[in-house]
């Protein structure tokens, strides 16, 4: 048995204003050591860490932004951290968009009567077209309505627990906005 003395004692219990610290004493950490470290412990446990702006994330801890990223690709490739990248639009608006662009447009139209006008397609290239469209302006509307229960799986799969705890990685957003805790 170790008397709890000779614990060694986890870094986990290192408050990122310490880590901090430790970076401006230079020679501690390297800067994709600094970044691991720091995220590990501003993040709670089973919890994605969110950066919401890269610009005040950098002031705030004091490492320069090219510094920043160098050190997230150099985590990202050695699988110790894992990003997702979210802009500021809402995941179902989203996939309503992508949905209501499944229909093809009366321009294909165009195109396959003018190449068989000019004999670089068959005639049946031409129906083709006729009927693709016909079939996407039938579904079209139906994709949109179900373009909300579609993005349901997406967006639970943003939830980070479960793979945390899984995979025992740090895992780090880089979004646009802010957003709350799944």
Not at 36 to 51: A, E, H, M, Q, T
Not at 73 to 84: D, G, M, Q, V, Y
Not at 115 to 128: A, K, N, P
Request: with cysteine; hydrophobic share 40%; net charge positive.
């Amino acid at each position: 048995m170790i008397p709890n003395a000779l614990k060694p004692s986890p870094h986990l219990r290192l408050t990122p204003e310490q880590i901090k610290a430790d970076w401006l004493l230079g020679g501690l950490y390297t800067p994709a050591g600094y970044l691991y470290n720091l995220i590990r412990s501003l993040r709670k446990d089973g919890w994605w860490y969110r950066v919401t702006n890269v610009t005040q994330f950098c002031r705030e801890w004091a490492i320069n932004r090219r510094t920043f990223y160098a050190a997230k690709a150099n985590l990202i490739s050695r699988k110790l951290l894992e990003e997702n990248i979210l802009g500021g639009v809402d995941l179902r608006k989203a996939t309503r968009a992508g949905f209501s662009l499944a229909q093809i447009g009366e321009f294909s139209f165009i195109i396959a009567g003018l190449g068989v006008t000019l004999g670089v397609t068959s005639d049946r290239l031409y129906s083709i077209a006729i009927l693709v469209s016909a079939a996407t302006t039938l579904t079209t509307p139906y994709l949109i309505a179900g373009s909300g229960p579609a993005a349901g799986p997406w967006e639970n799969a943003g939830n980070g627990a479960r793979r945390m705890r899984r995979s025992g990685r740090v895992l780090c957003f880089i979004d646009t906005k802010l957003l709350s805790p799944a």
